[in-house]
């Protein structure tokens, strides 16, 4: 059974830091692509990052580009995302997103709060 348990969020001040982990189990990770999407109050999911099984390949919202990074650890079926200099805009709950086997798997999300 696939289960992504994403955790990391919390409070932070704009311009501040987080560093969010999925940590992925059920499925070869390893052969998998990982995205990260987020979904704000009274707003649609939307995509944030993606990374591919080697990690050769990778693609961001065009509004977190230079601020956030994805990466990943297949060694520990991990799939991260560092995240600078945080905006209000980026307050949201964040969801990691795998597809296998044709089917879409989602984590329960981690919290994410941009506020001073």
């Known amino acids: 059974q696939v289960h992504l348990v994403e955790s990391g969020g919390g409070l932070v001040q704009p311009g501040g830091s987080l560093r969010l982990s999925c940590v992925a189990s059920?499925?070869?990770?390893?052969?998998?692509?990982l995205t990260w999407y987020r979904q704000a109050p009274g707003k649609e999911r939307e995509f944030v990052a993606l990374?591919?099984?080697?990690?050769?390949?990778?693609d961001y919202l065009a509004s977190v580009k230079g601020r956030f990074t994805i990466s990943r650890d297949n060694s520990k079926n991990t799939v991260y995302l560092q995240m600078n200099s945080l905006k209000p805009d980026d307050t949201a709950i964040y969801y990691c997103?795998?597809?296998?086997?044709?089917?879409?798997?989602w984590g329960q999300g981690t919290q994410v709060t941009v506020s001073s």
């Open positions: 997103k795998v597809i296998f086997a044709r089917q879409t798997y």
């Open positions: 059920g499925f070869t990770f390893s052969s998998s692509t």
């Open positions: 990374i591919s099984s080697d990690a050769g390949i990778t």
